[in-house]
C-alpha cells in the first residue's frame, strides 16, 4: 500500500499555526513511508474564500520547505467531477432533492432547541420526492444518512470512536446554488485520490463518521484517520482564525526560521522522549501518528524564540546569509557588496532572537543614518570633532589591508595623536557610522561595514558638524 496523505486548506484566510501543523504532520508521515503528499485547495464554498489566501498558502509551505508531490489541486476544477457522483447518487437513490425553505428550516430549528432535542433535519423531502416536481423551486441535495446503527473507526490517536446514526444529519451534498459542500468534496477527493491517512484537527472528528458513512455508500476504500487534539493560546483559550497571533506570515515577518518554526510545531501535540530539537531529518524518521497527544497544546512564544536563538547558533553561515537576505529583501531593502553582511551575521546573529531584531540593529549597514536623531549631538559639534574625523578620515583612506588589528592601530594613532581617550574617538565612529551611541566593538562594526561606507559617514558626519557650527 502506498501511504498517500494530503493538506487540504479551505483558502477562507491565512495559513494558521494549526493549519501548518496538520500539513507538517500529514507530510512528515508521507515522507517517513516514501509515500506521497497531496495539496489540495478546497474552494467550493465561494463565499467564504479570501482573496490572497491561496498566495499566502503557498507561499507558507515554501517558506517552510513542506513539498508537496501533486497538486495544488483545485476542487472548483472538479466541479464536474463531483456532478456527476451526485447524479449516480440521486440515481441509486442513495441521495435526495429536499425542497425545504430557509424558513421551514428555521422553524424547525427553533422548535427542536425549545424542546432541547439537538438540531436536526427531520428528513420531510427524504420519502417524499413525488410532492415536488416543478423544478423552479430550489432545492438542495441531501445524503440519505443510515437511520440506524453506529459508525466506529479506529482513530490512530484517539482509539475506537463511536457515534450513533441517529445523532447524524443528513448531510447536504449540494447547495441551492449548485455548488457541492465541504464534506462531499472531501470524500470523493479523498476516495478517487486513493489518501490512505487523514491527518487533521481534532476539530473535524465530528465530520468523520458523516464522511465514513458517505465513502461507505459510494463503495470507497475508508481510510485512517488521526485527530490532533487542539492548540490553545497561553491562556488556555482556543485560537481562532482571527487571532493574529497564529498566522505563520507573522512568524516569518518577525524573523523565524523555517528550521526553528518547524521544531516549534511538530512539538505542539507531538513528542519523541524529552527531545526537544529536531532536524528535518529527525523529525521524518522518528516521526509517529500514536504519539501525538491527545491533550491540547499551548502555544509559548518564548519557546519558539528560544528555538530560534538556538538555530542561529548552529545553523551554517551559507543558510543564515540566505535566510537573513530574503528577510531583508521582503522589506524591500538590497543589500549592497560594499559591507560585510556576512561578516556581520558570522560574529552578531548568534546574539539575536529573530530576525527582525538583528535587522534592526544594524538598519546601519543597509539603509542610511539621520545624525539629527542622535542625543545631545550638539555635544559632538566641535571643531576639534572637525579635526579628529578628518584625521580618521585620511589615515583610513590610505589603509589598504581592511582587518581589525590595523583598524584598531588607526584609532590609537588618533588617540596619541589629539591626546584624548580610546573611548572618545570610538563615540565618534560609533555615531558617525550608525547614528547610535552603542555598538558592539567598533573595530569589527568598521571591519565589515567597509571602507567605502565608512569614509563615506565620516565625511558626511564632518559635514553635519560645519553645518551645525555655521548655523
Ligand atoms: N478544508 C478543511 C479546512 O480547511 C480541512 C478538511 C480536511 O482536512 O478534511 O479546515
Redesign the pocket.
Known sequence: MKITT?????P?GFLHIG?VR?ALYSWLFARKYGGSFILRI?DTDIQRIKKDSVTDILFGLKYLGLSWDKGPIYQSDRLKIYQDIILFMLKKKIAYKCYCSQKRLEKLRKKQILNKKKPKYDKKCRNALFIFKKSNIPYVIRFKNPDKGFVTFKDMVRGNIRFSNEELDDLILQRSNGTPT?NFC?VVD?WKMNITH????D??IN?TPR?INLLNALGAEIPMYAHASMILDPSRKKLSKRNNVMSLKSYIEEGFVPEAILNYIVRLGWSYKDKEIFSREEMISLFNLKSISKSPSILNYKKLLWLNHYYFNHLSLKEKYKYFSTYIKDKKIILDSKSDIRGLIKDFLCHYNTLKEFSISYSYFYEDINLSKVDNMHFYCSAMNVKILKFLHQNFSLLNVWNTKNILEEIQKSVLYFKIFFQDVAILLRIGISGKKNTPNISSIILYIGKDKLLFRINNFIEYIKYYLNK
Not at 494530503?6 to 479551505?10: G, H, L, Q, T, V
Open positions: 494530503r493538506f487540504s486548506p479551505s477562507t493549519g496538520t478546497e465541504y472531501v479523498d487523514v491527518i487533521r484537527g476539530d473535524h465530520n464522511q
